[in-house]
């Protein structure tokens, strides 16, 4: 989402990009895995960070826009990221470790002050990882627990 405004310029100029949002909502992610499938899973994430983060896919910017770049320093860029919950069960053979996290929360902008700095503040609500034991089918026994109320991160 853009925010633009066209306040104290001339008419014939263009109007301003002041700010940027972005903002991802996802609901629930609930999986039960193995550690293959788990371990197939974290390969896909890591490569696909790895193709947003590599230079050569990058948009070059033309000479054009090359101008007016002290424009995009004093943007105001927000990103926003919201999960509900996630709910993941590692399973294997005679025993099990369940994960619940909910919710998250993340948002990373620019802050305008004297000076711009970027900001990032991060919010999980309660983490609970739990250990299970297989009794016998379809009967699992807590052998571990631990649980987390809120983690804040302000950097």
């Not at 109007?15 to 992610?29: C, F, N, P, R, S």
């Not at 509900?84 to 025993?95: F, K, P, Q, R």
Request: hydrophobic share 45%.
């Amino acid at each position: 989402h853009a925010m633009l405004s066209h306040e104290g310029l001339p008419p014939e100029r263009e109007t301003l990009e002041y700010a940027w949002q972005m903002e991802i909502v996802l609901g629930k992610v609930s999986a039960r895995l193995t550690t293959i499938q788990m371990e197939k899973v974290l390969g896909f994430v890591k490569n696909f960070y790895l193709q947003i983060m590599e230079d050569e896919y990058t948009l070059i910017r033309s000479p054009v826009m090359d101008k007016t770049k002290w424009i995009e320093k004093f943007k105001y860029d927000v990103l926003r990221f919201s999960l509900d919950s996630i709910d993941v069960s590692l399973i294997e053979i005679g025993n099990a470790v369940h994960a619940q996290v909910a919710p998250i929360r993340l948002c990373m902008c620019n802050m305008h002050t004297h000076s711009c700095n970027e900001s990032l503040t991060l919010k999980v609500g309660a983490i609970q990882v739990r250990q299970l034991l297989r009794l016998y089918p379809g009967s699992w026994l807590e052998a571990g627990s631990i649980q987390i109320p809120e983690l804040r991160i302000n950097a």
